[in-house]
């Protein structure tokens, strides 16, 4: 098997994406489309501060669906930042990428989700399998992500 843990360029993931693009290269093209669906209805709930508040998430415009994130830091880049998703059951792609995201985003620090690839939709080994806006859509939702969290920790 290939290592979809770095590039060309050498830019490796953090573990817990790195075990979900091993888990989508080890399936085929239409069991990776299951598996997308399975992250979908696995997307964490808001929690009750912005369940329901739009306004104070950030819309994804690239996503086809409509998608909103917000992303809560610490004061600086070494502390865990938070991600949080709203994103419609009746999308259940775009439900699966941000699914995907908020489960490699997990539990890391500002700066480690800095340093995450912004190559990595296409590491799902999915191009095949959703059309290239789909993946526009889940890249666009990691650069609103580094764009959070360099904001929420600039001096």
């Not at 590491?123 to 969290?149: F, H, N, T, Y």
């Amino acid at each position: 098997m290939a290592d979809t843990s770095s590039t060309e360029e050498g830019l490796a993931l953090p573990p817990a994406f790195t075990e979900i693009v091993d888990d989508f290269h080890a399936l085929t093209q239409k069991d990776r489309l299951e598996l997308l669906l399975e992250f979908s209805r696995e997307l964490p709930l808001l929690p009750a501060k912005y369940a329901g508040d739009h306004d104070a998430m950030e819309a994804v415009s690239e996503c086809q669906s409509p998608v909103f994130v917000k992303v809560e830091t610490g004061a600086t880049l070494d502390e865990p930042a938070h991600v949080y998703f709203d994103a419609p059951p009746e999308a259940p792609t775009t439900r699966g990428f941000a699914s995907i995201l908020a489960a490699g985003l997990e539990g890391l620090t500002g700066q480690e989700i800095l340093d995450v690839p912004d190559d990595v939709p296409h590491r799902l080994g999915l191009s095949e399998a959703v059309s290239p806006l789909r993946l526009r859509g889940m890249a666009g939702m990691l650069a609103r992500i580094k764009r959070q969290v360099k904001e929420g920790t600039a001096p």
